[in-house]
């Protein structure tokens, strides 16, 4: 994804023991339908009424050097306190709290890290802060090459490690590659879902920075191209549609190309159901503080069913109930 790399907040790495605050964070939501949104932008943890609508709340980025003058960062640098009463208010709201690895700007298996040694320090992070899981935004290009480099083999090996340190049932891993690694001649995430797929609870997929793909519904739902698979024929390659989340720009500025505006994304989002059932959710990049990304679910919410808000809510109580044990 697109980071902005200015964000830079003085950080120390100090934190403190965990405070017992009421019974342990209540894991996991683990079926679908997922609204996933990124926050690389506040420093703060939003109150959960700025993001109403989303049940997945990705911290930006945790990164292979440690390095924390991030989103994520921001996160292990608030007080034991804050952050449990942030746990708990998204909790009553039905948000997890997940942390996005890497990132548009971090190529770990290039600069020749151990996979099993960062999965094992990430999910170390993870317990240590009270997170739900980790969103793998792996972008290592060059690892990937034409298919044939070593990125496929780190990612799996990479999802294995951080699978035995976060067992399914706990913890909730997603991962969010751009569409055209499941591509059928070579996709280099055909080859990580073969191997890895059942410790990968869904993919937030990127259909976006791909030049002129994506843009219409055909084109996002139906039929791209060999090289820019729509989503239907990533579930041809064997993806199951159930774990494939859409994933959007939130405004033109948020990413290189590929924008849909949230009330065309309604549409396509309400003939794939009608079509094929698809009812996995969608993803955005990346929260704004200025309520643009509020507008952003309220729309593309609104126009899949005929009550937005009665849906919303009732997606709501259903997170809910499923999720507090109070
Ligand atoms: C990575 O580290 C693990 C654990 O120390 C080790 O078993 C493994 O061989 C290493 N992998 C590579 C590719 O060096």
């Keep these: ?75 292990e640098q608030l007080s034991d306190s804050d952050r449990q009463s942030t746990l708990q208010q998204y909790e009553q709201a039905g948000i997890q709290v997940m942390v996005s690895a890497f990132g548009g700007e971090d190529a770990p298996t290039t600069k020749g890290l151990n996979a099993t040694t960062v999965a094992d320090s990430m999910a170390q992070w993870v317990i240590q802060y009270g997170v739900h899981g980790v969103d793998v935004d792996y972008e290592d290009f060059d690892a990937f090459g034409d298919g044939s480099g070593p990125g496929a083999d780190w990612v799996i090996a990479f999802t294995k490690a951080l699978r035995q340190q976060l067992p399914q049932g706990k913890y909730l891993i997603s991962h969010a590659p751009i569409a055209p690694w499941f591509k059928k001649d070579g996709g280099p995430y055909l080859k990580v879902h073969e191997e890895v797929g059942d410790l990968i609870d869904w993919y937030n997929v990127q259909f976006y920075n791909q030049g002129s793909a994506y843009t219409t519904c055909e084109t996002l739902i139906t039929k791209m191209n060999d090289e820019n698979p729509a989503l239907m024929e990533i579930v041809a390659n064997g993806i199951p549609i159930e774990k494939l989340v859409i994933g959007k720009p939130t405004t033109k500025g948020d990413a290189g190309n590929g924008y849909m505006s949230p009330t065309e994304l309604a549409e396509c989002l309400a003939q794939a159901k009608q079509q094929y059932g698809y009812e996995s959710g969608v993803m955005t990049w990346q929260y704004h503080t200025d309520g643009s990304t509020l507008a952003w679910i309220k729309d593309v919410l609104g126009g899949t069913s005929s009550s937005s808000s009665s849906k919303r809510q009732l997606v709501k109580r259903k997170l809910v109930r499923r999720l507090s044990p109070w």
């Design 1 to 75: 994804m697109f980071t902005l790399s200015a964000l830079a907040f003085a950080l120390s790495g100090f934190f403190c023991v965990q405070v017992a605050f009421g019974a342990p964070i209540p894991h996991k939501r683990d079926t679908s339908p997922y609204y996933v949104v990124y926050n690389d932008e506040a420093a703060t943890p939003p109150d959960p009424q700025d993001i109403e609508g989303f049940n997945i709340f990705n911290l930006a980025f945790l990164l292979s050097s440690g390095d924390g003058s991030n989103v994520a960062g921001k996160w």
